[in-house]
């Protein structure tokens, strides 16, 4: 099963980044309602997936994500794929067309 890392830093979200070939980070806000409602369910899209790696990052904790990945509301989730932006959802993710997503990656892993 896939867990998640808690990331505190700008500096860990980089590493995170880097040491994962498919990395997912997950934006939120302790103040987002969405964010607490979407999170459980993106986990759980994700977990059969051992591949990609799920980074959660506090947008208050690290606020430097905002302007190092452009990040202008939350919940925002960004794949990465060998360190590259390969999947942007902001906001109002449709989970269903990001599972469609994500089957179509696994086709490429």
């Excluded at 977990?47 to 509301?73: H, M, P």
């Excluded at 449709?94 to 179509?104: A, C, S, T, W, Y």
């Amino acid at each position: 099963m896939n867990k998640h890392l808690e990331l505190k830093s700008i500096k860990e979200v980089r590493a995170f980044i880097q040491e994962n070939n498919f990395a997912l980070l997950y934006i939120w806000s302790d103040q987002c309602s969405v964010c607490h409602a979407l999170y459980p369910k993106l986990f759980e899209s994700v977990k059969d997936y051992q591949k990609i790696k799920l980074g959660k990052v506090n947008y208050q904790v690290v606020s430097e994500i905002a302007g190092e990945f452009l990040v202008f509301s939350v919940p925002t989730i960004i794949l990465f794929k060998e360190g590259k932006e390969y999947l942007r959802e902001g906001r109002f993710m449709r989970v269903q067309e990001f599972n469609k997503q994500l089957k179509h990656l696994n086709f490429m892993m």
